[in-house]
């Protein structure tokens, strides 16, 4: 299998409002089956998810959790808002309303202008439905659509790109009955493919000031379907290590 | 930026003693700077790392926690001898001696010989050196070369590459310091570039009867040194999800 991976050039700044399919089909020529991804924050810019850090006031947990934090009270105020529960007090690390856990909600203050602050999309699963059609009606090209976010992960350091949202590609490649190479049959391997994907894009992309949000990963052949990337969160109930942070709080 | 990734065709089952390199520099044509990417399922088959299932004798530990996970007791008296500390009991989540932590300890049973089992290399980092200078004694080039394994992930269901070793590529790569789009300097940002480079070769290899287990990445520009993957392995200290689960149990 071969398969090329590239970023979008020229990408301007993003403003609210801005037609991001439209960005895509002016810089590139798509293909049928390209997935195209988008770093979230670009997303979040179009979307118009950017805030004023002033426009809050922080309450008592805000101010304990920002001075453990060395924060200031009103950004986590903000990721308090975008939380149904907090994991880590230190770091930072929540159950987010959007459905995925991370450290501080997934808000920026980075790639965006100092004094605001620039929260997750609403809803990263229609943001990229919605992204795709345009895409087709723009270029009347069937593609995937992943949108993209910076996380770190439990026992390992290094941030890798993970999947917040997508459309047109399974979120998780049921592998179980698929037999290896000894003709035994697959007990447990669900692959992740939308978050290697994504880890894929985000590595192209990079997390300074190289203005490349949107890359193209074409030449991989992927299970299709619409349910997005919410199947692969894990609920409270079934998840051990969220349990085991809860107790420890 | 443009990179492609393929998987090197025709390799064979892989036995004790191959040699790893010669079969690479047989079948692809490498050039300097790409990243050449093993599963370490390959890794241990080539170091010999296949032991009989029959040749080991549980203890009561093992047991329990094989009735637990509904799993051979030899199974997991191998998983308990490749591991430091248990993390959770069910799924068997361990801190393996290696220094990753993972379900089983990283054993495989999928593609190899039935009534076997394959540990991981012993130092996976170590191979990975030593197959990258093989590669320059083979074929002139220089280039980097990571080691894979299929994992799951806290929070998110689906498993993905990961590296358990790499040599001429940096594990991470720090943009503390650097700025963003608008001047302003990274605070935390180290990128897990490695692990990205597994994943997104792991996406290309698959899991099941492919046969690929050798992938390359090309055109990627990365941060070279040899210091492997250890150094993003969090230790027990720094490790709050961890110690949060050494005090569940
Ligand atoms: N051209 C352009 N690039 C952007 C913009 N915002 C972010 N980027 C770039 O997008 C990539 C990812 O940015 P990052 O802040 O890490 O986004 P996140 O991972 O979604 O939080 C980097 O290359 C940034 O320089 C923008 O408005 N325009
Ligand atoms: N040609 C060949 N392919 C193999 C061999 N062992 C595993 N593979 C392939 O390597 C890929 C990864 O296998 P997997 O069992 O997931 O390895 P792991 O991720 O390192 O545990 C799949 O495409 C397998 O079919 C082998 O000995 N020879
Ligand atoms: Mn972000
Ligand atoms: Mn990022
Ligand atoms: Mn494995
Ligand atoms: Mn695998």
Redesign the interface.
């Known amino acids: ?7 979008v050039e020229d990408v301007p ?1 993003i403003q609210k409002g801005d037609d991001l399919a439209k960005i895509v089909a002016d810089r590139a020529c798509l293909e049928n089956d390209d997935i195209v991804v988008f770093a979230s924050t670009i997303v979040s810019k179009a979307e118009g998810r950017r805030f004023l850090l002033d426009a809050i006031e922080p309450t008592a947990e805000a101010r304990e959790l920002a001075l453990l934090n060395k924060e200031d009270p009103k950004f986590i105020q903000y990721v308090l808002d975008n939380s149904t529960r907090v994991l ?1 007090k230190h ?1 930072l690390l929540v159950q987010t309303i959007y459905g ?2 991370c450290i501080n909600a997934g808000i920026d ?6 004094g605001y602050i620039l929260l997750l999309p609403e809803d990263s699963d229609r943001s990229a439905r919605e992204i795709r059609d345009r895409l087709k009606e723009l270029t009347g090209k069937t593609v995937a659509v992943v949108i993209t976010d ?1 996380n770190g ?10 999947a917040v949202g997508c459309a047109g590609i399974a ?2 490649h049921d ?1 179980r009955g ?5 003709g ?1 049959e ?1 007990k447990i ?9 994504a ?2 894009a ?3 992309m990079g ?3 190289e ?2 949000p949107i890359a193209i990963i074409r030449g ?1 052949r992927y299970v299709k379907d619409d349910r997005g990337i919410k ?4 609920s409270d109930e079934t ?7 809860y ?2 709080l």
């Open positions: 299998m071969k398969i090329s991976a590239f970023t700044m880590l770091p995925n856990v203050r980075s790639n965006t202008e100092s910076t992960r439990s026992f390992r350091e290094g941030q890798i790109g993970v979120a998780v592998r698929d037999v290896d190479l000894f035994h697959l391997t669900i692959q992740g493919i939308t978050d290697e994907v880890s894929c985000n590595m192209i997390e300074a000031n203005g490349t991989y199947v692969c969160y894990r998840d051990l290590v969220k349990q085991a942070l107790e420890k």
